[in-house]
């Protein structure tokens, strides 16, 4: 079965600086979708970023890329000058590609921000 | 589009009583899930629809919990009865292909 691990239950950063949230996966699957959701404390769940298994390339949205290591079955998340609205619960989600449309959530990490 | 809809957002019940909390997907996808957020268990799936039919409900808690999805804009989770170990967070999610959106959630209160 898959799982998704997420071992930073709380991060904190400085404002304007970097930090990396770590996500960890097991699956037998070659292809799949891995994604990271922030979660602010309004609690809607908003699509941070999302990275296709068959593609090398690690993706990037403005502030926000990942490190895609699919050999080590590892999917962190990097956010780049970190901003106070970046203050948020970040669950990290696996999906296969086939079989089965379940997501697969980790425990998430609590982003804070400091001013 | 509206994105999806879930209602009430809030709702306060008395221990055995009836709930069901309502959700309207995005038009135009063919997935429909339910999670379940609390501090204890994080988010949690208790069932998904494709094509208006349930392919898992294995994470239904047990048999006070119940899903439909009679068409492919609506769908309903009932607690019945409700207890105050369901007092929780319940997100309706929508999906086409791959990405999946989030309603904005039912705060249950069950008191």
């Known amino acids: 079965a898959q799982t998704v691990t997420q071992s930073q239950p709380e991060m904190s950063v400085q404002e304007a600086e970097t930090v990396t949230l770590s996500c960890t996966y097991d699956t037998s699957e070659s292809d799949y979708y891995l994604f990271w959701y922030k979660q602010p404390p309004s609690r809607q769940m908003i699509l941070v970023i999302r990275q296709e298994a068959y593609k090398q390339q690690n993706a990037t949205e403005n502030r926000f890329s990942v490190n895609f290591q699919k050999a080590a079955k590892s999917f962190s998340l990097k956010i780049s000058d970190s901003q106070l609205g970046d203050a948020a619960m970040y669950f990290c989600a696996y999906r296969a590609t086939s079989g089965t449309y379940k997501y697969i959530f980790g425990t998430g990490t609590r982003l804070k921000v400091l001013a | 589009d509206a994105g999806v809809i879930q209602s009430p957002r809030h709702e306060v019940t008395e221990m055995g009583q009836e709930v069901t909390l309502r959700c309207k997907p995005i038009s135009g996808h063919n997935s429909l899930f339910w999670y379940r957020q609390t501090m204890m268990r994080g988010l949690e799936l208790l069932i998904y629809?494709?094509?208006?039919?349930?392919?898992?409900d294995s994470g239904m808690p047990e048999d006070r919990f119940s899903a439909k999805m009679p068409n492919a804009s609506f769908s309903t989770l009932k607690i019945q009865p409700s207890e105050p170990r369901d007092s929780a967070v319940y997100f309706c999610?929508?999906?086409?292909?791959?990405?999946?959106?989030f309603g904005p959630g039912t705060r249950l209160t069950v008191l």
């Open positions: 629809f494709n094509n208006n039919v349930p392919i898992d």
């Open positions: 999610a929508s999906s086409f292909f791959w990405e999946q959106f």
